[in-house]
């Protein structure tokens, strides 16, 4: 992936950002889809992700889609831009258990500071999805200067 | 620590749930305030938690914002019981950087079955603390069958 | 309408409780759509409905929002039951000019006692419908004693 | 009162733009504490104000407490910059009974762009108070262009 961080190629600049986001890579979780104004990234059930009754820790299912829907709206921004989160809210529907979980940001409203996002995460026991967790997520563009 | 998830004392039940939260070791984060209605959870900085900026992931500083919260209400159950997040809504106030981060989780509204507590994070550079989350947060009181 | 308060119909114990709520008659707003799982409000804009630049408030599209989630959620409740909200985070993705406000609310999650919900609420000129309004809401199941 | 949406004067100033808020009029809602980060606003109980039970409507104490934390942002702002309400998140703690409300908005993190607000509402029966409402507001700083 040649100099993916400047060039105006969404997908590039979402896999290059999210290459620097350690956690992700001590999660084991990767980017799925990658479209303008949509990601998905998906993460492998693992034992040490879990809350006390075996379940993925609503914070780790959360860490997931905090990151699809920041790069959902990041997605959309120009080469050079960051993006922050500012806040988010997560309603949480049923124990995430499953072999696979898949988190999937969109941009519901993007705007030249704030952008706000849809987030959910579905469990996956093979082909059969339950989701998982439904949210919001206000993205700020942050400009170079 | 002799049974504690069977007796009244609540740092000992605490302890012992917290201890099943796999991904509390995996972060290396640890207990630190337990007392009922109210738990502080300390995370040491790691570069292996950041997001592309080298800042704390917003999800991980969620993650023990989240135990901390849970296990506030947590610690005026009884014993037997369990603790589910309904939901959780954080504001990021700053980018979460320094040597350590404290969780802090404060019961606003105990209840028969469900618990509001406020969350809060500081991110700590020597005795220096920045406030870096707030956030409301639901629990639910799981009773056995 | 007769004795739809004790009646199986949703609908009818969608509008029988929609009635006792007397601030919808002072801000005059009706009920539109009522289906199980979904009911709609419209508001026309009215000038003493408004913050300070003539929009529409923000408390108060989100008091019909909340009105539709709950109403939602209670559409699909037993007669005899009744419905409070436990919290909700609204996102507000426009300033809200229009001639008539809809609010929508739709269960995504329905439960024994807690039921998730999403919001709308769209401003309307003529046929062009703005969304001005996400949100998410938790509903409460309350049953008889 | 002279002039004063153009005085520095952060109490004129927040004066100014509530007596535009034509709902505040509707509710019968006012201004009691006016301080450089802090509002409250008190409002009698009314029984056109309420949801089926004869409570005051979640809607209705979310539309003083979004007034009260967006004022309580706006009193820091310079003289001629706006406010406007980006979200909102409201945990409902006890139905809101009382004869009257006082809604009480709170800086906890002032910024260029967004300040983020801590609301609370209490229900007066005489002298005793009950937290009704708690919740965190992200409220935006609008300049003149």
Same mark, same amino acid.
């Given at each position: ?10 997908? *590039? ?56 829907? *920041? ?33 999937? *940001?969109?941009?519901?409203?993007? *705007? ?34």
């Amino acid at each position: 992936m040649a100099a993916p961080a400047t060039c105006a190629d969404p997908a *590039g600049r979402v896999q290059a950002s999210f290459e620097r986001q350690s956690i992700m890579r001590l999660l084991g979780a990767s980017l799925d889809v990658v479209e303008p104004g949509r990601v998905d990234i998906v993460l492998p059930y693992r034992a040490d992700l879990c809350q006390q009754n075996g379940f993925l820790h609503a914070g780790i299912s959360t860490t997931i889609a905090d990151s699809a829907g *920041g790069y959902a709206a990041f997605s959309l921004f120009h080469p050079g831009e960051d993006v922050l989160t500012s806040e988010f809210k997560m309603n949480f529907l049923a124990p995430a258990k499953g072999e696979r979980y898949v988190a999937s *940001g969109r941009v519901v409203k993007p *705007g030249k500071r704030l952008s706000i996002c849809q987030v959910e995460v579905h469990a996956y026991e093979g082909e059969q999805a339950t989701l998982c967790v439904i949210g919001l997520l206000t993205a700020v563009r942050v400009t170079p200067r």
